[in-house]
Each structure stands twice: as structure tokens, then as C-alpha cells.
């Protein structure tokens, strides 16, 4: 008899790198209930920088956490966290830091621009930025990810997606995720939302994916 479940999905939320241990990684790999997604706090890409943060762990030990997970888990969405702006960034730490995020196996970022707050370490720290400088990072580091999250969605064309249906969309189509965050936009009927359907990935933006529901074509 199969193991009965109380619920399909479940999602991890942020988990930050130095407690993501090689036991979690082998259960998320053999789990049919945990999504392979994880959102996982950067915040750096240059060592220097996530020192003055006080960060417990290194770009390498970053690097080899990703290597871990995609190689236990092939089609796992990888979220980052970054700051930029952060006291102290110089164009050097922050184009290395660029360098290092470009080259990382994620899906996507959350950029956040570094900004002061009163009583703040971080606020009484020599070499204050100025907003300017903040935003045009900002706004590089944005690209970039944009950029990767098209290049992860379509590593996925061509392949079927289980999809938990949301909802009616634009145009008509229905909405969902996949398990591994990705969204999905298919026609179907309306009566579908609230259960998994197979979807037959076919195209890919900025937006998510889209496809035909696997026996509907």
C-alpha cells in the first residue's frame, strides 16, 4: 500500500549556508514531498566584504555548498540573497564579487541595496557610499540575475513539469509552480486549480515557462 502523505508539498524557506549539512542534502535528494528549492543568504560575493559583515563562511565554502546540492539534486532552483553598497565595497570587491555570482549555479537573486540604519555596526563603519554608487550596483547585480533566471528556465524546454495549479492567468492561460519555484502558464481548464497537472515545457521569457498539459496537446 502506498505511504499515505498529509500533504504533496512542502517548501523550505531561507536557510543559511553553514546549516545546510550534507544529511539535508541527501533528504532533500530522496524527499517526494520536500520541493527541490531552497533560498540560501549570500549576500557577498567577495570574501573581504562578507568578513566585515561578520558572515561565518567564505566564497569556497559557498561555491562547493552549491556544487553539492546541484549534483544531489540536478534540477534544484537555488535562490541567492546580496547586498550591495555594503561600507567599504570598493570597484574592485564589488566586480569580483559580480564575477563570482555570474559563474554560480543559481536560478535567481534578491538584490537589496545596502542601507544604513542608526546603531547599526554596519552605520559607523568608515567608507560610507554614496546612494549613486549604491544603485547603479544595484541595478548591475539585477540584470545579471535576470539574465540567469532566463538561462535556468530554459534548461527546462522540452521537459514535463509537475505543476500545482494557482489560477487563471493573462490571455487566458492557467497558472502554477513547479516544484522546483518555477512558474508555469498553460491552457487548461479553470477546474484544475488546486491539483497537479503534467506540463510539457515549451517555451521560455522573463515571466517563467510555458507549455502544453501533458495528454492535451
Do not use: W
Not at 544529511?23 to 531552497?38: E, G, Q, R, T, Y
Not at 566585515?52 to 532552483?77: H, K, N, Q, W
Not at 530554459?154 to 493573462?170: D, N
Amino acid at each position: 500500500m502506498e505511504e499515505e502523505r498529509i500533504v504533496e508539498r512542502l517548501r523550505v524557506g531561507s536557510v543559511e549556508p553553514q546549516e545546510i549539512s550534507q544529511a539535508m542534502i541527501d533528504f532533500l535528494a530522496a524527499s517526494k514531498v520536500i520541493c527541490p528549492h531552497l533560498h540560501i543568504p549570500l549576500q557577498s560575493g567577495a570574501d573581504s566584504v562578507l568578513g566585515r559583515m561578520g558572515r561565518r563562511y567564505t566564497t569556497g565554502f559557498f561555491r562547493e555548498l552549491v556544487a553539492r546540492l546541484t549534483a544531489s539534486v540536478p534540477d534544484i532552483c537555488i535562490g541567492i540573497d546580496l547586498i550591495t553598497g555594503f561600507p567599504g565595497e570598493s570597484d574592485e570587491e564589488f566586480e569580483a564579487g559580480y564575477r563570482f555570482v555570474e559563474e554560480l549555479a543559481v536560478g535567481y537573486f534578491h538584490v537589496f541595496p545596502y542601507s544604513s540604519r542608526p546603531g547599526t555596526a554596519a552605520a559607523a563603519m568608515a567608507g560610507q557610499l554614496p546612494s549613486t554608487v549604491i544603485k547603479a550596483r544595484a541595478e548591475r547585480l539585477r540584470r545579471l540575475g535576470e539574465r540567469k533566471r532566463l538561462l535556468f528556465y530554459q534548461r527546462f524546454i522540452g521537459q514535463e513539469l509537475s505543476v500545482l495549479v494557482q489560477g487563471e492567468g493573462t490571455a487566458g492561460l492557467l497558472t502554477g509552480l513547479a516544484r522546483n519555484y518555477l512558474p508555469v502558464r498553460f491552457a487548461g481548464e479553470k477546474n484544475l486549480a488546486n491539483t497537479e497537472v503534467l506540463v510539457t515545457i515549451t517555451t521560455a521569457d522573463a515571466a517563467g515557462v510555458c507549455g502544453a498539459q501533458v495528454g492535451q496537446e
